[in-house]
């Protein structure tokens, strides 16, 4: 068994500056000032309809991201309606086959300390978790039968495609101290990597939420 930690890692490649300037064209158009874009308008005019709360403008921009998380993370990530979503499939995937190491893959959870009883607890779980579903597999069990008995811990990937103004919405509710340990977890990390990316996007949330971590 492979114990590993959460992350998140971007499929479309994002150009900050490009994605800025397809908002203020977009935007412009309410407003018909199209000829006040200049060189470097774009950041002050996106900061400007996120600071009124124009957010539509953010709709015209997307970008798809793949979160490296457990099942059970997995399935608040998928209640975000106003996204596309593809996922590793336990249906389809056997574990017992070479391609994945004939091992299960777990993400570690970020509330209990390596060597702590409850850590230990959980770790053990898991273990008899793999030993049944291998079992099962070799007593003839099809892999979409087997996984009844993998455990939420298990590993999975999920693509996501929202536009930006989506995604706000997810890290304003996944990045609060409100939400579940291991959903911050992942959450927070995009939050790092996107505001690194397009910060005049995201500023208000980063500043916001960063402080708590």
């Known amino acids: 068994m492979k114990i590993i930690k959460p992350d998140v890692q971007f499929i479309t490649p994002i150009d900050g500056a490009t994605i800025l300037k397809r908002l203020e064209q977009c935007g412009r158009v309410c407003y018909k000032s199209e000829d006040k874009i200049t060189e470097g308008s774009a950041e002050k005019f996106v900061a400007g309809i996120i600071k009124r709360g124009h957010e539509a403008v953010l709709e015209h921009c997307s970008f798809t991201v793949k979160f490296i998380c457990d099942r059970g993370v997995s399935h608040e990530i998928v209640r975000h309606r106003m996204a596309s979503y593809c996922q590793e499939s336990t249906r389809y995937c056997n574990y017992g086959k070479g391609k994945f190491g004939e091992e299960i893959t ?13 850590y230990w607890a959980w770790k053990n779980a898991c273990l008899i978790s793999e030993q049944c579903y291998f079992s099962l597999l070799k007593s003839g069990a099809t892999p979409q039968e087997a996984r009844s008995v993998l455990p939420n811990s298990l590993k999975t990937e999920v693509v996501m495609t929202a ?51």
């Open 163 to 213: 536009n930006i103004r989506e995604w706000r919405h997810f890290l304003k509710l996944r990045c609060s101290p409100a939400a579940h340990p291991q959903m911050r977890e992942v959450a927070l990390i995009l939050l790092d990597k996107v505001h690194a990316l397009i910060p005049v996007c995201f500023d208000d949330i980063w500043s916001e939420y960063h402080a708590d971590v």
């Open 106 to 118: 777990v993400i570690e959870p970020c509330f209990w300390p390596e060597g702590s009883d409850l």
